[in-house]
């Protein structure tokens, strides 16, 4: 038996590069930038806005309705839970229920620093709590930004004892939120890294909140990563101040009086026994 077999031959060109010559790959299209539609700021008195009044005793403005006039977020879509005081627990457990039924695009989580100046300090459970509050408002497909410290005792003047103690709690403050972000895989602003975050022109009078400027210098960092998220940034911050208020000398001496000094005993009594540890230790190392 004889079996016919037909061969057919298929040329094939192979378009390999020419040696020492890249091939070209196809232009990818860049991705469309998403808008915004709904913001949350959280948060302490940072969040607030102190520093940045607003004219006729209206309150203060800070860097949450910068951000929102940004991202062209229209005053309904607008929320901002956060109030003085506020430690982390205090976002998760009374600011997050009220932002979670917002559904927002966007929220910006300025909190912790309140935490380190408590007898119970806690890095272990402020990264718990900062964990929960992403995972929460990230299941409404929110993008959160928290925020990393600079060391305050580089711009809040302090006996070198309580000067060490404020900057180990920060670094400890620190290293828990970078443990959240990177496990999170979100993106952080980092404010010791902010172009003047050292410079007194960034801070109000108590060197405790961010001035006009400052807030404006949050704004637009919060803006630049949030670009980089890829939501639209229509109108970019300016860094020239515009629209607050320059507080008087009667009213840095009014704000001292009634809520500064009262602040700093209240706190200072708290943080002292740790900064005398800290001291002890210093002084048995030498």
Not at 41 to 68: E, M, Y
Not at 101 to 109: E, G, K, M, N, Y
Not at 131 to 143: D, K, Q
Request: proline letters at 8%; aromatic letters at 6%.
């Amino acid at each position: 038996m004889v079996v016919s077999v037909t061969v057919m031959s298929v040329d094939v060109t192979s378009e390999l590069p020419e040696p020492g010559r890249r091939p070209q790959l196809a232009a990818v299209p860049p991705l469309a930038s998403r808008p915004a539609r709904r913001l949350v700021v959280l948060g302490d008195s940072t969040a607030v806005g102190l520093g940045d009044p607003l004219p006729r005793r209206a309150g203060w403005r800070g860097v949450g309705p910068l951000v929102a006039a940004a991202l062209g977020v229209e005053p309904d879509g607008y929320l901002n839970p956060s109030f003085a005081g506020a430690r982390m627990r205090c976002v998760l457990t009374e600011q997050v229920p009220a932002a979670v039924a917002h559904r927002p695009d966007v929220a910006l989580v300025v909190a912790g620093m309140n935490d380190t100046l408590r007898p119970d300090f806690d890095a272990g459970r402020i990264a718990a709590d900062l964990t929960e509050v992403i995972r929460r408002l990230r299941e409404s497909g929110t993008t959160v930004v928290p925020v990393r410290f600079h060391d305050h005792s580089k711009v809040f003047r302090l006996p070198q004892s309580l000067k060490r103690a404020l900057s180990a709690r920060v670094a400890e403050l620190n290293a828990a939120i970078d443990e959240v972000v990177a496990r999170e895989g979100v993106p952080c602003l980092d404010l010791a890294r902010l172009p003047g975050a050292y410079d007194l022109a960034s801070w109000s009078v108590d060197r405790l909140h961010p001035s006009e400027l400052g807030h404006r210098m949050l704004a637009n960092g919060f803006t630049g990563l949030l670009s980089e998220a890829g939501f639209a940034v229509p109108e970019p911050v300016s860094l020239t101040c515009s629209g607050g208020v320059e507080p008087s000398t009667a009213g840095h001496v009014g704000w001292l009086v009634l809520k500064g000094i009262p602040w700093l005993w209240r706190r200072g009594r708290e943080f002292l026994p740790y900064a005398a540890v800290i001291m002890w230790n210093s002084f048995r190392a030498r």
